[in-house]
């Protein structure tokens, strides 16, 4: 039997003896799955139903408020703590927890029924009415709809799209059905398919609060930041109590770069709900890429103060980089670490922020056992194939020959100025950008997704002619000037008018032949530092989403060696398009380098690209503290310190260090 089959019979015994009235069976058998399972939400859901029943209602709130607050989206937790509060005498409050959880679940029979029930007790008479019609009216489909949401949560995803769409095709109009398919599709990550079908669905019904935040989701996800912060606005009308509308306008805010509101929008949360701790870690990421160090550790230590096992509040307060932790902290994070029912997740972000702990004691050996730990942990969540970055590189550089690039030259959309800052992660490609956003000229966006989605529209959108990059082989010109128009419209909402701006994507080194033949105009600068520095900052680094390849150190040097190959194609295909920036060089000369990106740049002087640490910006990336101090070598050859931690990579990165060192 797989773990999976012996926790669901495991799950079917413990509802087996809650159903026949054992409830205290019940909660034993919980409490040992969640030994073998620790934080699986239908065990904490269960021991929360299993004590309710033994009138331990108030202990049963504290383990069902988890639920709701680790999995917002668990429409049974949310049933099972409003009846939890009935026990404990508060109908409003239970009545809430009934609604999300039908808005979560539209053929939750339970949560519907007790809903209606619940506002009959508050003598809320006409919107008991309601609810309960509305349970009749959805009759006919409501247990197509719970069978297709049992499905759609057991990961059977195919079985249950049927069950929805054979629903529209007899009820085009069932807003349940249409939400419902949309949140498959974000499942999926199909961005775009959901926003459609939740703009047809609040459509058909204007007041659906949650299928609006859903958009609004989505909409964040595709980078519609503006559009989905008027929608989360929208949803927000309807309810301006709502604790997840204002999570959900902070996220959407922060991302379209709005800090500042994205501030004001967590705070106002904070005032809803003060006893989430997740609050307080998106508060404390905001002010951090504001600037404000002291405001986003306060933010963080209020998260730990109201849950001290909340291991991604200790991470963030290690990724800022020049923060250093007190002992009470460290034995803190150790003694959370050693827990024999701690996640994955936490155990990850846990190993991370004591390795960095370790780091700053000049404990070089421990602090690599941390990481090593935390990164091989984290590298079996990660799906990558270092065959797969060879394969595709070899086809990019077979494509874009020098004859190639020759050929097409001149063509494209004039006139737009990015500068492409590339290369490796933690190479020092932040610091070049905020240099270079110090100039009167030049405007930082941030890491923009725009370079990756051409290659997507490329594969979607022109396939009959195959996939990228073997696809472009048969472009016209106006191919590649469509292509220049398509960045330049959709980056627009990034830039405010200077006559440059930036986009540091550090993979779009893989990308710079088609850049530089849909945008003439644009300029590339590669940021290098010792490969040995820059791999371990990698390995070092845990990222929010992407860099799969940086959690083992062999796929790590291979990325490496790949990356290079591609950059020494791209210096003999197009011979002076890109500068090469050694972060090394930069530490030891400044104003040499800064010289030197300017004239690449086409840019005059500027003084204030020499105080670049007092430039007022957000930045986003790890470095964003580092970049707020004068330059200083304390990170040049930082690798040596690790010793003989480091061997493999130091004898995979050989042919690229006898180039850089």
């Not at 939750?108 to 309601?130: I, M, N, V, Y």
């Not at 016209?476 to 994507?505: N, Q, V, W």
């Not at 740049?601 to 790890?622: I, M, Q, S």
């Not at 930082?638 to 010793?643: H, P, S």
Request: with cysteine; proline share 4%.
């Amino acid at each position: 039997m797989s773990e999976l089959d012996e926790a669901r019979a495991t799950f079917d015994r413990a509802v087996t003896f809650l159903r026949g009235g054992n409830a205290a069976m019940t909660e034993q058998i919980a409490r040992a799955a969640l030994r073998d399972y620790p934080g699986e939400i239908n065990f904490v859901t269960l021991l929360g139903a299993s004590l309710t029943r033994q009138g331990r209602a108030a202990e049963a709130e504290e383990y069902l408020r988890q639920v709701v607050d680790g999995d917002p989206d668990y429409a049974k937790g949310h049933e099972q703590l409003g009846e939890t509060l009935l026990e404990l005498g508060r109908p409003g409050e239970a009545a809430e927890f009934f609604r999300r959880a039908l808005e979560l679940d539209p053929a939750f029979d339970a949560a519907h029924l007790k809903l209606g029930q619940t506002l009959l007790s508050l003598g809320r008479e006409t919107e008991a009415k309601e609810v309960l019609e509305s349970f009749v009216r959805q009759k006919p489909h409501r247990k197509r709809l719970a069978e297709a949401a049992e499905l759609h949560r057991s990961g059977n995803h195919k079985e249950a799209e049927k069950i929805y769409r054979d629903i529209l095709k007899e009820d085009p109009d069932n807003v349940s059905a249409i939400r419902l398919l949309a949140l498959l599709a974000m499942k999926l990550e199909h961005y775009r398919d959901a926003a459609v079908l939740l703009k047809q669905a609040v459509k058909l019904a204007p007041d659906f609060r949650v299928a609006l935040l859903d958009l609004g989701h989505a909409q964040t996800e595709l980078h519609e930041v503006e559009e989905a912060v008027a929608t989360i606005e929208r949803a927000i009308a309807l309810d301006p109590t709502s604790y997840g509308g204002y999570i959900a306008l902070a996220n959407a805010l922060a991302r379209s770069s709005r800090t500042g509101e994205a501030v004001a929008a967590y705070l106002k949360a904070a005032e809803l709900r003060p006893e989430i701790a997740g609050t307080y870690l998106g508060l404390g990421n905001v002010l951090k890429t504001l600037g404000y160090q002291r405001e986003a550790i306060e933010a963080y230590r209020k998260g730990i103060s109201i849950q001290p096992g909340f291991a991604e509040l200790y991470w963030s307060l290690s990724n800022l980089k020049t923060y250093r932790f007190e002992p009470g902290e460290i034995d803190a994070m150790k003694a959370e670490l050693a827990k024999q029912d701690l996640g994955d997740n936490a155990t990850v972000h846990f190993c991370f922020a004591l390795g960095k702990a370790c780091e700053d004691a000049g404990e070089y050996p421990q602090a690599f056992e941390y990481y090593e730990r935390g990164n091989a942990l984290r590298r079996t969540q990660e799906k990558y194939d270092p065959v797969d970055t060879e394969v595709i590189g070899e086809r990019i550089r077979a494509v874009f020959s020098k004859e190639f690039i020759a050929g097409n030259a001149g063509g494209g959309q004039p006139g737009v100025r990015p500068i492409f800052i590339v290369g490796m992660p933690r190479s020092g490609s932040t610091l070049i950008e905020q240099i270079l956003a110090s100039h009167a000229k030049v405007e930082a966006t941030h890491e923009l997704p725009e370079g990756g989605r051409l290659i997507k529209f490329i594969d979607k959108r022109i396939a009959d002619r195959g996939h990228y990059p073997e696809a472009v082989s048969s472009f016209s010109a106006e191919d590649f000037a469509k292509l220049g128009k398509r960045y330049d419209d959709e980056t627009r909402r990034y830039r405010s008018g200077a006559p440059y701006f930036i986009d540091k994507m550090p993979n779009n080194f893989a990308n710079l032949g088609l850049l530089s033949l849909i945008l003439p105009d644009a300029l590339c600068i590669n940021a290098m530092r010792n490969p040995m520095d820059t791999c371990l900052s990698c390995y070092k680094q845990l990222f929010a989403r992407g860099q799969s390849f940086t959690y083992d150190l062999d796929d790590l040097g291979c990325y490496y060696l790949e990356y290079r190959r591609m950059m020494d194609h791209w210096h003999s295909v197009m011979p002076g398009r890109i500068l090469d920036v050694h972060y090394e060089e930069v530490v030891d000369d400044l104003e040499t380098q800064v010289r030197r990106l300017l004239d690449h740049c086409g840019l005059p002087w500027d003084d204030a690209c020499l105080d670049f640490h007092n430039t007022k910006r957000a930045v986003r990336t790890a470095s964003s503290e580092q970049v707020r101090q004068p330059i200083y070598s304390g990170a040049v050859n930082y690798w040596t310190r690790f010793g003989k931690s480091l061997n493999l990579l130091a004898e995979i990165l050989k042919p690229a260090r006898g180039k850089a060192d």
